[in-house]
């Protein structure tokens, strides 16, 4: 599983990459703040919102720490879409939130 870090993807979005992050914690962690251009599709619900992913497009998965979002990328690939897990997550993200 290809991974990136939390420093990385600030970095891209600063330089205006269109990123495409989808952020898997629950509800209640995302109401704390989640990176501004990140979709929220919890963990449990993941498997029901296949339909709304494109397998052309490149998703890089966002969770707390890191182990959620891991989770999330293996359940991905192994359904055919490009995947990559932000190292740390929520916690190693210093850059802004909404």
Known sequence: MKTI????VKSLLE???????IDVREAKEVAEGKIPTACHIPLGLLEFRLQDLDKTKEYIIVCRSGGRSAQ???FLEHRGFKVINMDGGMLAWE???E
């Open 15 to 21: 330089k205006g990459e269109q990123l495409h992050l």
């Open 95 to 97: 850059g802004d939130v």
């Open 5 to 8: 870090s939390a420093e990385e």
């Open 72 to 74: 999330a990328a293996l």
